[in-house]
């Protein structure tokens, strides 16, 4: 697999940084929500909405379209912002996260807004979805792919490993597991609350194929999704290395911003951050 | 209002807040008394121990894990594994409570509960965090409003849902020291406190709060607030209500419910439950089979909730104080 061209590796970097913005007004507009996961995944739900889903903005319920699935529903606001820069539905509406009457809903629910796939916020229960999916797709011939956003913290949960022995029972190769690797959930450190390594050999062990990356790598993580794709007969799972919080300095590798949202400042000095991460990449792109 | 000197004395009785007072009213969420009261039952008993599916912080299990760091048990997001293990740490002896929000535990672990804890009667605590529509802006899927249904359905079950902060540490100690599978529920959001020390608090014997011969309101959890200032906005107009704080839904204190539908002749029942097969339900059944009287049912009206504010929340889905109001007044002109 080729790496990308840089002028695009600019534009998805681009991209990922007005989620991230969108991300932060959000929350602060909403006064509650989830930080940390949801700035952490930026660079995955722009990999996804800007290059690698088989996707159409206005027509969400194309047949044809990838299927993506948010697991982890709580980090719902990077989802919601890569939707709304990838032109689902207008930008402002972000603002009404959590709002009474508002179609993003505290976790996604998939009859409120188009194109969310699936209602999530109980952990644990986005794999076995996408594998009844990719296994609806294989009965079928369709070839749309089925990938799975999922988190550290809800491989606690039984049934994940459940899905994870019927997708290799299966052999949904068009089954695509991506881990949000951030090492935190809300009582701290993954490893400390239930540790989960050697996480890669015990999806080996499931009869997965297993990646791992730097999930804030743009770059790195679309050449192996692409790599990931290549496999045949078996489920993947890609572990995405990730930095709680990344982009805004002080919530990087800080648990304690799991489940809260900027106040005021807190925003505005995010905001200046990523402002100037942007003008960072648009001289690294015009150099 | 020819009844207010009997009102006042029900709530003499109970050694309430005057909560007709706004300036005597503090607002504390229901969970924070059960973080007390498991500090205090660890106290008490050094079989008592807590484990957490986590969430110490939100679910007030917290002050436990610092007092007491060798009996608290860290199980992660884990809700069946909560529930089986907690039986058998139960049958080593322990007294455990285990705590998590109430849509995952009992409400993803809910076959765990009938037979590890119910059929297999273990002595389990099982405190339901988060519970009702007031949870706010994490919507449905963190709103449980039908865990009530799914407790009070199993055989040897206790179902508590105290009315305040000062009620729910008091629950909490009361729970501890009686044997059996229980389930505590209690809400995120602050909430008015209207009980004291002095309270009296024992587990299924309901309580009148306030007097009255028109209307029974029997209300649970943090909507018997709503319920005594619907009473008293009612009182202005005429109408006396008994409100009843029916804080244990198993076993229901049934010859006070017999007892309000007797001397009122009409029932209104308050919860923030589905109002399928919640407290109301169980009023119903009791009232069907013992003194069938017309009956309102104030709770979710088969629906799921959604994202909002507390208040935005309890309006919509119709459990304000004005909903209670206008359920009483129909309750009332359905009297024979
Ligand atoms: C079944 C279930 N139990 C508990 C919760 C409450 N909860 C929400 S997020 C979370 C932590 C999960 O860890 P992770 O997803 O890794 O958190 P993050 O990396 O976003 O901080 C928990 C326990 C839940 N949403 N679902
Ligand atoms: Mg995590």
Redesign the interface.
């Known amino acids: 697999m080729e790496s990308l061209a840089p002028h695009l590796l600019a534009t998805l970097q681009g991209h990922a940084n007005d989620v991230r913005q969108g991300i932060i007004r959000s929350l602060l507009a909403a006064g509650s929500g989830h930080s940390a996961g949801s700035l952490d995944m930026a660079d995955v739900f722009t990999a996804f909405y800007f290059h690698l889903l088989r996707h159409d903005p206005k027509n969400p319920d194309w047949e044809e379209r990838d299927r993506l699935l948010l697991s982890c529903g709580h980090i719902a606001p990077v989802r919601y912002s890569a939707m709304a820069y990838a032109g689902y539905f207008p930008v402002d509406e972000l603002l009404t996260l959590r709002k009474f009457g508002t179609r993003l809903q505290g976790h996604p629910e998939r009859i409120s807004l188009p194109g969310l796939e699936t209602t999530s916020g109980p952990l644990g229960e986005g794999l076995a979805q996408g594998t009844g999916m990719a296994l609806g797709a294989k009965m079928d011939g369709a070839d749309w792919r089925v990938y799975v956003v999922t988190s550290d913290g809800e491989h606690q949960c039984g049934l994940h490993w459940e899905a994870m022995m019927t997708a290799a029972k299966f052999k949904l190769d068009n089954l695509t597991c991506v881990v949000d690797r951030n090492f935190i959930q809300i009582d701290g450190s993954t490893e400390d609350v239930m540790p989960l390594e050697p996480l890669a050999d015990k999806y080996r062990a499931f009869n997965w194929e297993v990646f791992t990356c730097d999930g804030n790598d743009i770059g790195a993580f679309i050449a192996t999704v692409e790599r990931a794709k290549a496999v045949r007969g078996k489920p993947q799972v890609v572990i995405a290395n990730t930095v709680p919080g990344k982009g805004v300095s002080f919530m990087e590798h800080d648990y304690l911003w799991h489940g809260k949202p900027p106040k005021a400042d807190e925003a505005d000095v995010a905001l200046r951050e990523l402002l100037a991460a942007r003008e960072a990449i648009g001289a690294s792109n015009r150099g | 209002m020819a009844n207010a000197s009997v009102a006042d004395s029900a709530a003499a009785a109970m050694q309430l807040v005057d909560y007709r007072d706004p300036a005597a009213i503090v607002q504390i969420p229901t969970r924070n008394g059960f973080g007390a009261g498991l500090v205090e039952a660890g106290r008490r008993d050094e079989k008592v121990i807590a484990i ?1 599916a ?5 679910t007030r299990m917290e002050p436990f894990k610092a007092a007491f760091p060798d009996r608290y048990i ?5 809700e ?2 909560i529930v089986a293990m907690a039986a058998g740490l139960a049958a080593a002896g322990k007294v455990p409570f285990i705590a998590s929000y109430a ?2 535990n009992p ?2 672990s809910w076959e765990q509960v009938r037979t590890t804890l119910a059929l297999n009667q273990t002595n389990v605590k099982i405190a339901g965090a988060h519970a009702g529509v007031s949870v ?7 709103q449980a409003v039908e865990d009530i249904a799914i407790m009070r359905v199993i055989p040897n079950m206790i179902v508590v849902v105290p009315c305040d902060s000062v009620q729910t540490k008091k629950a909490t100690l009361a729970v501890a020291e009686r044997f059996g599978p229980t389930y505590l529920r209690f809400a995120r959001a602050e909430s008015a406190v209207i009980t004291t020390d002095g309270t009296p608090f024992e587990i299924g014997k309901a309580q009148t709060f306030r007097d009255g011969t028109d209307v029974a309101i029997v209300a649970c959890g943090i909507l018997v607030y709503n319920a005594l200032i619907a009473a008293e906005q009612l009182a202005a107009e005429g109408i006396e209500c008994r409100v009843v704080n029916n804080h244990t839904i198993k076993p229901m204190d049934e010859p006070a419910i017999v007892a309000a539908a007797r001397d009122c002749g009409a029932v209104v029942t308050v919860e923030e439950h589905q109002v399928h097969g919640g407290m109301g339900s169980r009023v119903a059944e009791i009232l069907a089979a013992h003194h069938p009287v017309p009956i309102e049912f104030i709770g979710v009206q088969d629906r799921f909730g ?4 507390p208040v ?2 309890v309006e ?1 889905y119709g459990m304000g104080v004005t909903a209670i109001v206008a359920a009483v007044k129909r309750a009332l002109g359905r009297k024979k």
């Open positions: 957490c986590d969430l110490a912080e939100s860290e199980i992660g997001v884990a069946q594994m849509m995952f409400g993803r706010g802006p994490d919507g449905a899927t963190h959604q994202s909002g504010t935005e929340l919509e």
